[in-house]
């Protein structure tokens, strides 16, 4: 059974269950600044209707394919591609062949980096196949 919000706080596990979001990933973006700390702290977090609205604001904006710093800036009130003069950004790089290195921001949401490897993966096994090596030779001739 699901637990109305209007019904009192929230455990971490209800507004886990509510949202499809594990409360990994909560603690993580309360760490990051997208959602505020619990209303009550310690072994018996608490959260609220805010908790809640918040999440599936942000599932929705990850669903249109935008990167938790663009879930920031649009929650944060900020335009999504404004970025500031001197943002550190961190970033993964991925050797698909020796003469290929494609890089991305490492605060990609998992979801999306998981589908982004998976086509990586696809990408490279292309490159390494025997009739992409003779279709190259044959366009150098």
Known sequence: MQHDPAD???????????????GRTIRFYIT???LPAPLKSGRRAAY???HLA????????QAEGKTLQEVALVLGGGHPTA?????????????????????????LS????????????????????????EVHHQERE
């Open 8 to 22: 009192g706080p929230l455990s971490l596990q209800d507004l886990s269950d509510q949202t499809g979001v594990p």
């Open 32 to 34: 990051r600044g997208l």
């Open 48 to 50: 609220g209707r805010q």
């Open 54 to 61: 918040l999440l599936e604001r942000i599932k929705s904006l």
């Open 83 to 107: 970025e500031p003069a001197l943002a550190h950004r961190s970033w993964l790089e991925y050797q698909v062949a020796d003469d290929v290195i494609v890089r991305l921001p490492a605060d």
């Open 110 to 133: 998992p979801w999306r980096h998981r589908h982004i490897r998976r086509q990586l993966a696809e990408f490279a096994a292309q490159l390494r196949s025997p009739e992409n090596h």
